[in-house]
């Protein structure tokens, strides 16, 4: 019963995430909300009168239910924001959807999730790229989000699917239906390996706007996103400008000049909204994966007190356990702030510590 009130708080009239999240942070529950009368709910601030009347006079609660034995039929998973289930990364963005749908099985809280994003009209350069990149991640136990598009989209599924890596579409309609047309045999295997996500309801049409919708799902359930391939214009930079927003990683590759399918991504790089990648190794070095093991510390720590003098070292001692901005630096190390950014400077051209996207430094 309780599934019937979340999916009927998202199909009243008006009321959006943010004033759904309002509500359920004042009355507790989606039941509650439905049992409040028209004082309860009015007294609430941003609550008006036209607001208190959908909600009291919406037929939602009887559409829910049609709904939810549709969902129940066919197996899919309604994840509602509290949900054990529903994906961490994106709960914590201010605008993540109050629920979704999911079909699949893969776990949508891995400990290393990576979104894939490009252009409709991938070059054979792009889809090289995404093969590199995907191969090379196999052994990361990773899972990769892309939006089951034509072009790096679908490139990227693909590629996961032959190296038995994890991947979940992201679509911008309801689980009744797959588009493009063309995918379904993908989707059906990506079922077994992955699965199809969306926060539309059965029966939604892939209508235009529902794609950017669709787009901060895929940058807010993510760890970093990858621009492979992308024109100046389109969906691959709004979920990269989305991902910044959320103080996400963006990585793009970049390409020739004159390629229109890669300006959006030489854009990204010459702005400073995405760090370059040359090769997909440096993807891995970015996000500090291999830094993590035993063996690497060790070591590291075996040789920080030979090579650096005593304001280094504090440096080191403090980027040891995370990577840290310049100011975080400065209050644990207590280092002017002239003296630290030379500091920086000098560790990292003797290649002791490494710039990040964000202005973060971390250790070599």
């Not at 927003?245 to 959006?264: H, K, L, M, T």
Request: net charge neutral; charged share 20%; with cysteine.
């Amino acid at each position: 019963m309780n599934k019937q009130y979340q999916i009927a708080l998202t199909l009243i009239d008006g009321v959006g995430t943010l004033i759904a999240k309002k509500l359920l942070h004042h009355f507790g529950s989606a039941e509650a909300v439905f049992a409040a009368n028209f004082k309860q709910l009015t007294q609430l601030d941003g609550i008006g009168k036209k607001t208190a009347d959908a909600i009291l006079n919406t037929n939602a609660l009887k559409l829910a239910e049609q709904e939810l034995a549709f969902i129940e039929k066919h197996d899919i998973q309604v994840l509602f924001q509290d949900d054990e289930n529903y994906p961490k990364r994106l709960r914590n963005c201010y605008d993540a959807p109050l629920l979704l749908y999911y079909k699949g099985t893969a776990n949508l809280n891995q400990s290393r999730i990576i979104s894939i994003v490009g252009t409709r009209n991938a070059t054979s350069y792009g889809k090289m790229l995404c093969k590199q990149l995907i191969e090379l991640l196999r052994p990361y136990n990773v899972l990769i989000s892309s939006g089951m598009a034509h072009g790096i989209d679908a490139a990227a599924h693909k590629e996961c699917l032959a190296s038995n890596i994890p991947t979940v579409g992201v679509m911008g309609h309801g689980l009744d239906r797959i588009y493009p047309a063309v995918h379904r045999e993908l989707a059906a295997k990506m079922l077994k390996n992955g699965g199809l996500l969306t926060e539309f309801l059965p029966g939604t049409n892939p209508d235009r706007e529902n794609f950017p919708k669709r787009n901060r799902i895929i940058a807010g359930m993510a760890d970093a996103t990858i621009v492979v391939e992308a024109s100046i214009k389109g969906g691959a930079l709004i979920t990269a400008e989305i991902a910044n927003s959320y103080n996400r990683d963006v990585y793009a590759f970049p390409g020739r000049i004159n390629d229109e399918f890669s300006e959006g991504c030489n854009f990204l790089i010459k702005t400073n909204r995405a760090g370059l990648i040359n090769h997909p190794q440096d993807l891995i070095y970015y996000l500090g994966w291999d830094h993590n093991n035993a063996e690497h510390k060790k070591t590291l720590q075996a040789q920080l007190p030979l090579n650096l003098n005593k304001e280094e070292r504090l440096v080191a001692e403090a980027l040891q356990a995370e990577s840290l901005g310049v100011d975080e630096l400065f209050l644990r190390t207590k280092l002017p702030q002239s003296k630290l950014a030379m500091i920086l400077l000098t560790m990292e051209m003797n290649g002791l510590i490494v710039a990040l996207p964000g202005k973060l430094f971390r250790l070599a």
